[in-house]
């Protein structure tokens, strides 16, 4: 008995003893705890954002997609699939859950491993602050006493809020309200039952669950929660039974299925890059986690219109040049087998772009063809197949020849119709600004932002072609040229002496000529030999410094001859800024797309100030001088070049320049409305000939035409009042304008008879170009030539 009784004290003072050492281990390790400064004042790594001007998101940028909320707004069914998921006692337990870890014990040991943790929801914020998610002992005790300290300092709802925006759910996703985002594109406030109970059960293994991934493992996972929410009587047995029989849709299922919608890229994204590289020189690497939001003056109706008005003029020109042949390959085994899911995971590897979605031949005839892509079969025959047909049969060439395997494009039509398409060669770019302030309303700088990252808007320098004779005839206004002055239409040659380097011949872009004719006409139809005796006139180096008035850079625009047909660079940025001085009445004012920059608070870190026509921007142009620029540009509209606008969007208030570099490498179209200015272009990225029809009025017009049907919706017609400095004239049966202090011209031609040039100086030592033109005979390069002697126009 003595022996029982001193084993049983024996017993006791070892369990005083352990008690005792676990007590000052556990006093130890309090006392090592971290403190929770960075729960109480938690500062996420929140992402760059940029929005359009109504607060629309553009895109957003880091390596964390989070969207922080408070646990007020998350909804119901979404708290009650998390608690059913991971801890359905948490609202009752003080840290820990004491029967949890009895059952996960008793489980890990029946199985003899670690197959089963028992984390409260407070020891995954313990863990995911603070600690490794290495499955020892060791830290397992020091995740529970961290639990045990933050629901001593923290309320149940704070601990859930951290829950809810730092966990991590896959794809670069923290949180629930991005995850609700990446997954599904929507908010967590519109989240079905279904979708909210797949979120809540991706915290156990984001990468094994994720629904992109494993479409299987995610979908037995929510099937899971919602079993778990039904015993804990969350929801009854007939919504688990809807939930449960709910498809997963994603995002980009979504996009497959509804081929109208804008893509993964999302809109406005070269803006979004703009924005992006701006915040990046303002702020560092920090605005990729500080919470940085962009707020840019894009409008989102604006943009889409500008976006699918890219697209659909480019798809317009590559359709006119015909079908290049298949865009790859597939496993021609697969297509045989119909191996649904290896050809799916193959098409994958080509990313669909707006308007164009790929797809794999499955059968090809001459006379027939069925495509497939992510599960739904089309068929095309008869004239479906004209735009292929050079692609289709035995004799078409073996590298364009469309079979089985083949990879095409799809474009949407409406009423589920489809048509065949191939992403387009060509890139085309638009700027849209508001006339009087500057605001971007659309930039686009190219087909898409996924295929090529080069903005064409602001990057490329291109040469502007006819849309730069504006420029010209406005100085030339000064110089006392008038709408109504007489000028030749005619062949014009320039020696190689006079030119000081090789002959010259330029032509008109159809080589016809009209002889005398009025300025007003010549600018409607675009005479290049007119323009160039216009600068002859006036000077090349008169017009370089008048562009400056435009926001021009001179170096761009050398003095010379060549200046009249646009054979300096600009991109349609730089042109849509000085157009947007004949829209307004002759101020210049600086284009900007962003309104304002805010921090993570919403508190105001910047916003722009702009300079406004006709109150503090500066005046440019005289209001005269704008007005009757105004009046030769809507002459271009209204029977020239550019007719087709006025026959489409029927206004009388439109105005602009078409525009057509040698060989048809740039095409143009630089208008506006009072209101609004757009600048359209259409090129190769690599400069090369888009074809010999290919023109301004053809392949750049059609862009500005479709967008500004959207941008001009609700702006009433502009009349502008005829300023003080004009004087009008009856010239053949029309109201024709002049500036006051010049006599008004004269209702009859010159003589028909030829006018003679007169020669070059006898003593070139005389001529004040002498020197450049000796420079440029002897191969230094920016050596500006002299500029042939010609007659002036008839002026009167």
């Known amino acids: 008995m003595s022996r029982v009784k001193t084993s049983i004290l024996a017993l006791f003072a070892l369990g005083i003893a352990a008690c005792g050492i676990l007590a000052t281990t556990i006093v130890l390790a309090w006392q090592q705890l971290p403190t929770l400064d960075q729960l109480i004042d938690y500062q996420p790594k929140i992402p760059l954002r940029v929005y359009s001007a109504e607060g629309e998101p553009l895109a957003e940028f880091g390596e964390e997609k989070r969207v922080v909320l408070n646990v007020n707004v998350i909804p119901d069914h979404l708290k009650q699939a998390i ?136 979908k037995k996972r929510r099937e899971y929660v919602l079993s778990r ?19 997963i849709v994603l995002a980009q299922d979504r996009y497959r299925n509804d081929p109208t919608a804008i893509n993964g890229n999302g809109v406005g994204q070269y803006v979004a890059e703009m924005a992006r590289l701006f915040a990046l020189e303002r702020f560092g690497d920090a605005a990729y986690t500080a919470g940085i939001q962009i707020f840019t003056t894009i409008r989102l109706a604006d943009q889409r219109a500008a976006e699918a008005a890219v697209r659909h003029g480019l798809l317009a020109y590559d359709r006119r040049h015909g079908y290049r042949g298949p865009e790859g390959m597939l496993d021609a085994k697969a297509v045989a087998e119909r191996d649904w899911d290896t050809l799916d995971a193959q098409l994958s590897s080509y990313p669909d772009f707006p308007e164009a979605l790929a797809a794999v031949v499955l059968e090809a005839s001459d006379r027939r063809l069925v495509v497939w892509r992510h599960g739904k ?64 309303r659309a930039l686009v700088g190219g087909y898409d932002f996924g295929l090529t990252k080069f903005n064409h808007a602001t990057q490329g320098q291109r040469q ?42 330029p032509k008109n872009y159809d080589d016809r000529y009209e002889g005398w004719m009025r300025l007003r006409d010549a600018v409607a139809k675009s005479k290049n030999v007119v323009a160039i005796r216009v600068l002859n006139d006036i000077t090349p180096a008169y017009a370089q410094q008048w562009i400056t008035r435009f926001g021009l850079d001179p170096a761009k625009h050398p003095a010379y001859l060549t200046m009249a047909l646009g054979a300096g660079s600009a991109n349609p940025w730089e ?103 757009a600048v359209s272009w259409l090129g190769f990225s690599q400069p090369r000939s888009l074809g010999r029809a290919e023109t301004g009025g053809r392949a750049a017009l059609p862009i500005w035409i479709e967008y500004m049907e959207t941008a001009l919706q609700g702006q009433p017609e502009v009349k502008r009042p005829m300023p003080e400095g004009i004087s009008t004239v009856q010239l053949d049966d029309k109201t024709e304008y002049h500036y006051s202090e010049y006599p008004p011209p004269s209702p009859y031609p010159p003589s028909s008879e030829p006018v003679e040039e007169a020669p070059p100086p006898n003593d070139m030592t005389e001529d004040p170009f002498y020197d450049l033109i000796q420079q440029r005979r002897q191969g230094t390069p920016d050596a500006a030539p002299r500029a042939p002697v010609l007659d002036r126009p008839f002026l009167n």
């Open 83 to 218: 608690l059913a998921a991971e801890d359905e006692r948490f609202y009752e337990h003080p840290g820990i859950d004491v029967q949890g870890i009895v059952r996960a014990a008793f489980v890990n040991f029946v199985r003899g491993g670690k197959a089963q943790g028992a984390s409260t929801i407070t020891m995954q914020v313990a863990r995911n602050f603070y600690l490794s998610r290495e499955k020892t002992f060791n830290r397992k005790f020091y995740e529970i006493l961290l639990a045990l300290k933050i629901e001593r300092e923290l309320s149940k709802d704070q601990i859930l809020e951290l829950y809810l925006n730092q966990i991590y759910l896959g794809q670069r996703a923290y949180g629930f309200a991005a995850a609700a985002q990446t997954y599904f594109g929507k908010p967590v406030q519109a989240l079905t039952l279904a979708e909210a109970a797949l979120l809540a059960g991706l915290p156990k293994a984001p990468s094994q669950l994720n629904p992109i991934r494993n479409p299987e493992a995610a």
């Open 229 to 247: 929410m039904l015993e804990a009587g969350f929801i009854t047995q007939e919504q688990y039974a809807a939930a449960a029989a709910e498809p």
């Open 575 to 677: 042109m849509a800024r000085a157009y947007a001085v004949f829209a307004n009445g002759g101020y210049l004012v600086e284009p900007y797309f962003i309104q304002e920059i805010r921090d993570a608070q919403g508190n105001l870190l910047l916003r722009v100030q702009p300079k406004v026509a006709g109150q503090d921007a500066p005046r440019v142009l005289s209001e005269r001088n704008a007005w009757m620029m105004d009046s030769l540009l809507r002459t271009v509209v209204e029977r020239g070049t550019a007719a087709a606008a006025r026959a489409r969007l029927k206004r009388s208030d439109l105005a602009g320049k078409t525009g057509t570099t040698n060989n048809q490498v740039d095409t143009w179209f630089a208008g506006y409305q009072p209101k609004i200015v």
């Open 377 to 440: 079969t089309v068929e095309f025959t008869d004239k479906a197949l004209d735009f292929v047909r050079r692609s289709l049969g035995a004799k078409a060439p073996e590298e364009q020849r469309l079979r089985p395997g083949a990879v095409v494009r799809l474009r949407p039509l409406p009423n589920e119709r489809w048509e065949l398409t191939q992403l387009p060669e060509a890139q085309a770019a638009l700027v849209s600004l508001d006339a009087d302030t500057g605001a971007v």
């Open 464 to 505: 502007p072609g006819s849309s730069f004779k504006p420029f010209i005839y406005s100085a030339a206004l000064e110089k006392g040229w008038g709408p109504g002055s007489w000028v030749e239409d005619a062949p014009l040659f320039f020696s190689a002496e006079l030119t000081g380097s090789k002959d010259w011949e």
